[in-house]
């Protein structure tokens, strides 16, 4: 006879399996109708409201430590509070006070050989790695390679002990490299940090008593076209001034330096050529006369970084962080011309309010983020990415808890290579840490938001660094995974000329859009992001 209690329940189990197919479906297309539902709560004509006040005169440029870029922080922090955010601390604000040094020149002379030159034309130097000196005299210099002392490359390790104290020496920017173009120190096509910190020379040449270090730059003019504006007005670096023991430093050029040796100038050419073919380094001193003076003055700036915080709601997961930044300050004023830098970086932090708007939505109609959100407005980054870089060494929350860093800085315009097409985005650094990072912002933009991605900036050769221009940069140092949009330069960048009319607003709102997607994948997933790619980089790039 048939069996038909046995026929019966491979019916009952293969409905059950089909019933719990389509529940997940519509748990899936549930959960994706929400995804989207609050995507589309960040609009164009929000986006242009908040735009509109930053970069309005009003704001005289939101210059990091002036009342223009205190005026933006309120009202970021009002937004949050119209949003029902509650703020983080007792004190009843959004900020996060940032302590920093302002830097500037009074006079810098220096003088060869009886031959005059003119800083910020034919030298710079920066006021944070120099000290107040009366007229001084040097009479000898030391030729010492890169000025470099690791393990794998020395440029000291024959130096007498004692023999440079009080002295001055005379390196060349950058690391010894193959004729193949692998760098010694690394082994690789990577350059070390030796390359990428000036800190690690100075402090080098500190440990040995330099008073005073020159360092070669063979593209002095492009460095000066960088920095020359900056330096002219003032610079500022993170924290009190602790007037770090280093040697007096000044940038020179190759025909400073033929000056400076004479014809003994020929031999470190010589040298350098060895050092590079064999990886073999060796003193030598020479006579000459520099003359010098230097005039810096100092004092201490405060501005704040603006934080909201949204809890997640999953008690498993709330511990950990998704951070959502972008720098709120600009270039303030140059006499009557205000700065408005709509584009870089009203857009960006119009972005961040934007999002932070739509996932407190989302949490109030019980709907996650099941992990904690920071958005976060930086201070100081146009001063050298300050704020960010304040926050990483006194973090709100443990940076081993930080599971993502989203960065926002210039999503307004288009560049010169996208002309015809406003529908791209540049995305930079997500694949450097975190593969997941990169193939979730990559799907998201597939279902959702059709842009182009543009992985131009994101190669490690990269000639502009944007890389390493940015906040999020500050948190890729230290290992936790990061993704950087950007919409490239335009004719416009660090101009006056950075106006809300020239501002894309259909542009924004999509890029927008495709960051809440991407940011609310990494909130709700089951996994933190794995770091399989984990990015070594360890410090700022050099000045």
Known sequence: MPNYSSKTDSHIHRLFFILLLISTALSTNQAQNQQTIFANTITKEDLKKHLSILADDAMQGRETGTPGNDQAAKYISGQFALMGIKPLRSSGNYYQPVVLTWHNWKKHQLKIRNQSYKHFWDYYAFPQYNKNIPPTDIDQVTFLGYGIHSDTYSDYKKVPKGTLKDRAILIYRGEPKTDRGMYRISGTDTASVW???????????????????????????????????QLIRAYLTFGEPEYEQLPNTVFISPAMAKN???KRYRKIEKRLRKINKKGKSKALKSKTHILTEQQIGRKTLRSQNVVAYIEGIDPRLNDEFVTIT???????????????????????????????????????????PKRSMLFMLMTGEEKG????????KKPLFPLDQTVVN??????????????DDPNYIYVIGADRISSALHQINEAMNEKYTHLKLDYTYNAEDDPNRFYYRSDHYNFAKNGIPAVFYFNGTHKDYHRASDTMDKIEFDKMEKITRLIFHTAWQIANRPQRLQRDKLDISTSTPDQ
């Open 195 to 229: 390359s990428d910190s000036l800190l690690y020379k100075l402090r080098t040449a500190a440990e040995h008593g330099v008073a005073w270090v020159f360092i070669i730059d063979q593209d002095i003019s492009s460095s000066i076209k960088i920095w020359r504006d």
């Open 260 to 262: 400076m040796l004479g």
């Open 326 to 368: 972008a720098h709120y300050d600009h270039l303030g004023m140059r006499g009557d011309h205000i700065f408005n830098g709509a584009d870089d970086n009203a857009s960006g932090t119009s972005a961040v309010i934007e999002l932070a708007q739509a996932f407190k939505l989302a949490k109030n109609q019980g709907h996650g």
């Open 385 to 392: 990415l300050l704020g960010s870089q304040f926050y990483t």
């Open 406 to 419: 989203i960065n926002i800085d210039m999503i307004g315009r288009r560049d010169r290579q996208h002309q």
